[in-house]
C-alpha cells in the first residue's frame, strides 16, 4: 500500500480509501448494502490490516447507521483512533424541517455535532460539503467549517460533486478571509467516465488540491460481471442504475480491459482501479464492498503494473472526444511548449 498526499497539505493518505456507504442499510441506501455489524467489522478489519489508514462516510449513508457502525467498529477492534483518517460529509437533508440540509452555518454546525456522536470520536480528520448549496452564500458555508477547524473538531476541510468554478470561486474566498481551504475534492472519475479530465483535473493540478474518486468501478459496471450481452441480475445496477454513463462506449473499453486483465492474470475490477492509481492527480481510490472476497480483489489492484503500451491502449479506447475550447487551447499553445 502506498501513501499519498492529500492536496496541499502534509497528511498522508493511503491509495486507496474503504467507503462505507454498505453499511448498515436504510431508506434508500438498501440498495447498495444492508451490511450488519459483525460483516462491517470483518471489513473495517482487513481493510486496516492491507495497510488503509483512510476511512469516509457521510451524515446521509443509512440515516446515520453508517457513521455509527464505523465508530462502532473502530471501538470494537481496538483500533488506534490517531492512526486513522476519517472523513465524513454534510450537505443532504437530515430531518423534515426547512434547515434540516444545506450548507447554512445552522445546518452545519450541528451536524458536525451530529456526526461526531455517531462516530463516537472527538475530530473529524475530513470534513466535506456533499455537492453544492445554491441558496446559501459559499462565504456562510466556509465561515462555519472554517470555525470548526479553529475549534478543534474538524483538522481539515474539503468538497464534493463541485463544478470547477465553485472551487476556485471558494479557494479565492477562503484566501482573501484568511479561512481553511478545502484540500481536497471527492468525485466521480473513471476508465469510463472521464469528464473530469475536462476543467476539473487541471485544476486540482493547478491548485494542488487532492482527488479522491467514487464510485471507481462505476457502480459495478466495471467490475467484470458486466459485458455487452452480460447482466448478471443479482448485481447492484440492476436495482440501482447510477451513476449515468454511456454503456455502448463501456462495453468498448471493458472488452480492452478484459484483454489485459486476461494477458496479466488479474481481473477486469483490478485493470480499472490500477488505471485511476496510475493517474497523476488521483490521490485515493474509494473502494467499498459488501464481502470480503470482492475488498480483497480491489485492494490487490495495488499490486497491479500497467505498462506504457498498455496505458495507451486504455487511453485510446476511452479518451474524450476533442470538446471547445480544450481544442483550440491545444492549437493555440503549440509554440510554447
Known sequence: MKYNLLGNTGLKVSELCLGTMTFGGKGMWTAIGTLPQDEVNALVKASVEAG??????????SEGLSEEMTGKAIRELGLNRDELVIATKVRGRMGAGPNQTGLTRKHILQQADESLKRLQIDYIDLYQIHGFDPVTPLEETLSALDSLVQSGKVRYIGCSNLAAWHIMKALGISERNHWSKFISLQAYYTIAGRDLEREIVPMLQDQKVGLMVWSPLAGGLLSGKYGRHETPEDARRANFDFPPINKDKAYDIIEVMREIATEKGV??????LAWLLHQPAVSTVIIGAKKPEQLADNIKSTEVSLTAEELARLDLISK???????????RQGADRR
Open 52 to 61: 488503509i489508514n483512510f476511512i469516509d462516510t457521510a451524515n446521509v449513508y
Open 267 to 272: 481481473t477486469v475490477a483490478q485493470i480499472a
Open 320 to 330: 474524450l472526444p476533442a470538446e471547445y475550447p480544450a481544442w483550440m487551447i491545444e
